[in-house]
């Protein structure tokens, strides 16, 4: 079974930056999406950011040319950098993963996704 490790959260402040990873353990199919997910308290779970396993990626408009999510084939590890935070980017971010599929554009509702991590909190001072 798949599993995913999130980690990369911490504090920062506003206009900083944090990169979060999500490295993926057991053996994941040759195609297969993976996502980047955020909630805060009282709100839904938004996806933000989404990527198949040949590079090809979106971002949600929330986060356009702030946020970039990236592969490590290699690694087996994708990565969410978060550049030019708000107060309102801060949340607990999850990544997912959803395997044997290659599809396009990536999504970014969770419903669609299989595998998920614990998380890993984001915080941001103004």
């Known amino acids: 079974q798949v599993q995913l490790a999130e980690s990369g959260g911490g504090s920062a402040q506003a206009g900083g930056s944090v990169r979060l990873s999500c490295a993926v353990s057991?053996?994941?199919?040759?195609?297969?999406?993976m996502g980047w997910f955020r909630q805060s308290p009282g709100k839904q779970r938004e996806g933000v950011a989404g990527?198949?396993?040949?590079?090809?990626?979106r971002v949600a408009d929330s986060v356009k040319g702030r946020f970039t999510i990236s592969l490590d084939g290699a690694k087996s590890t994708v990565y969410l950098q978060m550049n030019a935070l708000k107060p309102e980017d801060a949340a607990m971010y999850s990544c997912?993963?959803?395997?044997?599929?290659?599809?396009?554009?990536?999504?970014?509702?969770?419903?669609?996704?299989?595998?998920w991590g614990q998380g890993s909190q984001v915080t941001v001072s103004s």
């Open positions: 997912a993963a959803k395997e044997g599929v290659s599809q396009w554009p990536v999504p970014l509702e969770d419903k669609y996704y299989t595998y």
């Open positions: 057991a053996y994941i199919y040759s195609t297969y999406c």
């Open positions: 990527i198949r396993e040949d590079g090809m990626s």
